[in-house]
């Protein structure tokens, strides 16, 4: 058992839309490095787990804990994101996505960069750009971009930001199965080199296996066919699959 | 035979057809024209081209014998000046308004209602309460304007910034954005190409609204000459103004397009948000 405290802990966790139970007593540890999917039939509360870990809905019962503290019930930087659609910013260039984390921590009033400070993000971007193949693109606006290409560039935004955890919503959901087969490779390259910690989402239980170091499985134990919304989802199998988890680099 | 909704009419072809409408309606007035001053060459109502020629000369060319000024001219930058003052103010209040309904609940909470119930008011109906509180000078024409339309533009931007994508909203604090730069950097300019639509829907009733005050109490502009040369039935001077107005606003929606277009690029480039 590991003695160190965890990255993401959920202890006990309920939550319910009325007579609607989601989710019940839900337990689960994320370790600082792994790469968990999270998968389950549709309505098993997986989107509902990743948005209280986002901090978009709070549980009814039980509490997660990011490195022992409470999450703060509002989605901030320690917490990356990429859902499925909508996850770039229509009105920027990709250039401008990827430096928009820089120029909001950068400047908390103009919400822009100037001089230097701008050279040095655009550098930044730049780089993680060309890391997943999208150095050509930088003065195009995510509108002119395939589904792929928007979902890479999604990547490099949230990196760029240095979330302590990121949050995949079926991120490749989307995606035609030769791109999906591409972007596997690179968001496993991205999770090594960054030493990331995701969660991902995903309804592909090949793609959690594929993907993941760990496996949660979101299931119903309690059924009652008069009533289905009575009892809710919890975590039916936690599997470590074997892969080697990167070693943390020395702080 | 092609179904007729999947008919389209090839380029030098629709030219044509929405040049036709046009055509069709100068030839119907001047036979009408002809018609009436074959019976009765002193007519009034339907002058003929010369006249309008004479008329047009006469305002725009010739000054005024009693004040020395190029009426036409003066009456067109009087109205433009109310017009664009009132819109500039109106845009700017139905920006900020309209991104705080829609961008923060607690603000919505409080004055929603409010601005739809201020929305509803006919403007016309308090037209004399503005010329009692504002005089009848300049200002009263231009609260007019603005107390007319810029409501309807603040619920059309506030419509707007709640079709946001909840998605992005989240995005950009998880990218480290206050409210103030979710604002700033996301809903702002997500809501800045619908405002250059919502001030090209309100346009006609911006001249709507300009031509009442000016009708009721003014001394130029385009709204007061045309409610002045009607005592005498001045056809001749009624219709080319009209004509002009027209022009007026079809090129101010056409520039507002252009405008549009040429600042936003990414909205017409097939987004999706």
Not at chain 1, 159 to 178: C, K, N, S, V, Y
Not at chain 2, 247 to 272: E, I, N, Q
Request: glycine share 8%; aromatic share 8%.
């Amino acid at each position: 058992m590991n003695t160190q405290v965890p990255l993401i802990e959920a202890r006990n966790v309920w939550k319910q839309y009325g007579d609607n139970v989601v989710l019940e007593r839900l337990n689960l540890r994320i370790e600082e490095g792994e790469f968990c999917a999270v998968v389950g039939a549709s309505g098993c509360g997986k989107t509902t787990f990743l948005r209280m870990v986002l901090g978009e809905e709070p549980p009814d019962r039980g509490q997660i804990l990011l490195a022992g503290q409470p999450l703060r019930m509002e989605p901030d930087a320690e917490r990356g994101i990429v859902f499925q659609r909508y996850s770039v910013f229509p009105h920027l260039t990709v250039l401008g996505n990827v430096m928009l984390a820089r120029e909001l921590k950068g400047s908390k009033v103009l919400g822009r960069l100037f001089g230097a400070r701008r050279r040095a993000a655009q550098e930044e971007a730049l780089a993680l750009l060309s890391q997943v193949g999208l150095d050509n693109a930088q003065d195009r606006y995510p509108s002119e971009l395939s589904g792929g290409m928007q979902q890479r560039l999604a990547l490099a935004q949230s990196l760029i930001a240095r979330p302590r955890i990121l949050l995949l919503d079926e991120p490749f959901g989307a995606l035609d199965p030769g791109i999906r087969h591409d972007m596997h490779k690179l968001v496993t390259t991205l999770w090594r080199e960054h030493q990331l910690t995701i969660l991902m989402i995903t309804h592909d239980l090949k793609e959690g296996f594929a993907l993941g170091t760990r496996l949660f499985v979101f299931d119903k134990v309690r059924a009652d066919p008069q009533a289905p919304d009575a009892y809710g989802a919890r975590v039916t199998y936690d599997l470590p699959l074997n892969k080697s988890v990167p070693a943390l680099a020395p702080a | 035979m092609k179904r007729l909704i999947n008919l389209q009419p090839p380029r030098i072809c629709a030219v044509m057809l929405a040049l036709l409408p046009f055509v069709f309606a100068f030839f119907a007035y001047v036979s009408f024209s002809n018609e009436r001053l074959m019976a009765n060459p002193n007519d009034k109502l339907l002058p003929a081209m010369s006249s309008f020629g004479a008329a047009i000369e006469r305002m725009a060319l010739v000054p005024s014998k009693r004040s020395g000024e190029l009426l036409w001219w003066v009456d067109t930058a009087s109205s433009l000046r109310r017009l664009g003052t009132a819109v500039v103010i109106s845009s700017a209040i139905g920006l900020v308004v309209g991104i705080a309904l829609g961008a923060l609940p607690l603000v919505s909470a409080g004055m929603s209602p409010f601005v739809a119930s201020l929305s509803m008011i006919p403007p016309m109906a308090v037209l004399p309460i503005l010329f009692i509180v504002f005089g009848l000078g300049e200002l009263s024409k231009v609260v007019l304007i603005v107390f007319g339309i810029a409501p309807v533009i603040a619920r059309d931007i506030q419509g707007r910034v709640r079709e946001i994508p909840r998605e992005l909203i989240v995005k950009a604090q998880t990218l480290g954005a206050s409210t103030w730069l979710v604002i700033l950097r996301v809903v702002l300019p997500l809501a800045l190409p619908r405002l250059i639509d919502a001030v090209r829907l309100s346009l006609g009733a911006a001249w709507l609204f300009l031509i009442a005050a000016e009708a009721i109490a003014a001394t130029d502009g385009l709204g007061y000459r045309i409610f002045l040369v009607r005592r005498y039935l001045a056809m001749d001077v009624i219709l080319p103004y009209v004509l002009w107005i027209t022009v007026l606003a079809f090129t101010m929606d056409r520039l507002l397009r252009f405008l549009g277009r040429k600042a936003f690029p990414w909205h017409h480039a097939g987004a999706s948000v």
